[in-house]
């Protein structure tokens, strides 16, 4: 027998990096500003530290666009390299600069929000160009370095000419991908995906008009400058600490998410968790009302800073995935495909601290301001219903803030209703019965004689009403919920009022059956019904088995 050992040689790899190893092109430019960030981050962290007394200053990123010379600029004044850097941390495929910064200086520097981690990012850049330069001088007094590649393992490496400290990466563009030479495209790829990042983003100038000073004469014309068109906002709400930030600065970052979202969101979580992972953000509540397609995933991820997708199933569960809002968290690596996070322990934490969080937050809205709440009802009851039905440990919490209406526009919660019926609202079996009626029934008759009993109807109008009433009477005992129209009720309403109609027994049968031959068998059943009101000394039901099941095919699904 013999061993052996498979050799795994650059040239292998190299094209099936650029191939494979993002499905998305556009990402190259999201890479190189991180290590841009990345960079600058640790220029900072080392003056902070006193490890060089190198001035930090208000360093910018630049992004410059080359049309003539088809090349991209990508400009840092981080740390640099030296030609011996370079040829570590560029020329070995696979090791992470940013990982070694983080081993080196561990707990100083845990916390800087330093982006890097396999060591790929960089190659990234030649899914779109044909050529790469990195023109490079480090913080240490040492000689520029200038490396040119051309997409093959083979590159040149030479002293350079750059004189300020710093990076700078041109990317020689493909003819097929000129899209990134075009100013919209790279704009929106700015916005995109760096719009929160820690470092300020410079791309192209812009005018900005000047405010008149108070005593100008009346003829003034105001002033205009040429001013850094900076893309980003570094200091987004969600890295602040909640006490920090007022109600107004949180609208007003919803505003900057979703700047075609005209109306408010209804109420705020703040996510603020570093053990045993970490992760901040801010979620919202949209005003829902009846609509179960509002569009989902508009909650973004992000790490440090850096936009990573707005597709958050598997971290987020599905029934807060209708919230609106960010995300982030270094724990949940750039690039990793959807299967891999729905089976990470991280993530799995991550999910249920968020379902935690909002739970939480219901209720303290409900404690501290129930009118308040009640109001909101309509527009969140959606999300609290869907994620009692899908997600037990959210049910157990639910249970003491989920409303329940009543065709008076009273509120209660499930235990108060209870409370409230269980001595009047009987049925032959001992159960207690739950009368509710939907948004189409409240004019009817049936509403009217049962409060008149003085029974409580609920309104339930919600989309997926019916499957949660299954679950309630499945997870509570001795209850039952019935339609106020069904053929349970009257049993109810009988017990307490035997006098049927002023008709004899032989013109009552004959009117049943006179009915009988008119209304459809197998969907309904015809009743003499105890009615005081005058109007309707008969009435047509559906057994209530029937009308869920009827419910459920249109709703399509079992509860
Ligand atoms: P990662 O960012 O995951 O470490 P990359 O492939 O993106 O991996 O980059 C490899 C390394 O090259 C970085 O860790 C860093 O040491 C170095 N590097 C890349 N870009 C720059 C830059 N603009 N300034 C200084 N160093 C850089
Ligand atoms: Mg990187």
Redesign the pocket.
């Known amino acids: 027998m013999a061993t052996g050992k498979i050799n795994v040689s650059v040239e292998n790899i190299f094209p099936l990096i650029k191939k494979f190893l993002y499905s998305d092109h556009e990402i190259f430019l999201r ?1 190189l500003i ?3 960030t ?2 600058t981050i640790k220029m900072k962290h080392l003056s902070t530290i006193g490890e060089t007394d190198v001035e930090y200053g208000n360093p910018t990123i630049e992004v410059k666009i080359d049309e003539e010379n088809k090349t991209l600029h990508i400009i ?1 004044q ?4 030296s030609r011996e850097e370079v040829e570590k ?2 020329n070995e495929v696979a ?5 070694e910064f983080l081993e080196k200086y561990k707990d100083s520097a845990k916390d800087t929000g330093i ?9 990234s850049s030649f899914m779109v160009a044909n050529k790469v330069e990195i023109l ?1 001088k480090s913080y240490k007094d040492e000689p520029a370095a200038h490396w040119i590649c051309e997409g093959t393992t083979d590159f040149t490496i030479e002293e350079g000419e750059k004189k300020d400290r710093g ?1 700078e ?1 041109i990317l020689h563009i493909n003819e097929e991908d000129k899209q990134f030479l075009k100013e919209e495209r790279i704009r929106e790829l700015l916005v995109k995906y760096n719009k929160f990042m820690q470092i300020p983003i410079k791309f192209g100038t812009k005018e900005e008009t000047l405010p008149l000073p108070e005593d100008a004469p009346e003829d003034a014309k105001p002033e205009t400058i040429t001013v850094d068109n900076i893309i980003n906002n570094p200091n987004p709400a969600w890295t602040k600490q909640p006490t920090e930030l007022e109600d107004k600065d949180y609208k007003n970052f919803y505003r900057e998410l979703y700047p075609m979202q005209f109306e408010d969101p209804l109420f705020h979580i703040h996510l603020n968790v570093d053990y045993p992972f970490n992760l901040t953000g801010i979620l919202y509540f949209p005003k829902m009302g009846q609509d179960m397609n509002i569009q989902k995933d508009k909650i973004q991820l992000y790490q440090n800073q850096v936009y990573v997708t707005d597709n958050v199933e598997g971290i987020v569960p599905e029934f807060l995935t209708m919230l609106r809002g960010v995300i982030d968290s270094p724990d949940i690596p750039l690039n990793v495909s959807r299967s891999y996070l729905q089976a990470d322990g991280a993530v799995k934490k991550i999910s249920s601290y968020i379902t935690r969080k909002v739970a939480d937050k219901l209720k303290s809205l409900f404690n501290n301001n129930r009118e308040d709440f009640e109001k909101k009802w309509n527009d969140i009851k959606i999300v609290i219903e869907y994620g009692m039905l899908s997600e037990d440990k959210f049910y157990e919490k639910a249970d003491k803030f989920a409303l329940y209406p009543t065709v008076d526009k009273k509120y209660y919660i499930f235990d108060e209703l209870l409370e409230k019926i269980k001595d009047t609202q009987t049925d032959k079996d001992g159960n207690t019965v739950i009368l509710y009626a939907s948004n189409e029934d409240t004019q009817h008759s049936f509403v009217e004689a049962a409060k008149d009993k003085g029974y409580e109807v609920l309104l339930l109008d919600s989309p997926i009403i019916s499957h949660l009433i299954q679950k309630l009477e499945s997870s509570k005992e001795n209850i039952s919920f019935v339609r106020v129209d069904s053929d349970h009720v009257d049993n109810l309403i009988k017990k307490e009022d035997d006098k049927i109609s002023k008709l004899s027994e032989e013109e009552l049968e004959k009117l049943k059956t006179d009915f009988e031959k008119v209304v459809p068998k197998e969907k309904y059943s015809v009743q003499l019904e105890a009615m005081d009101s005058t109007a309707a000394p008969l009435i047509i039901t559906q057994p209530e088995f029937m009308r869920r099941m009827k419910e459920m095919q249109q709703t399509g699904g079992g509860g």
Do not use: C, K, R, V
């Open positions: 890479e991180s290590n841009a990345d960079a840092d981080g740390i640099g390299m941390y560029i090791f992470s600069g940013a990982e982006i890097g981690h396999f060591g790929l990012g960089f190659y490079t990076t990466i």
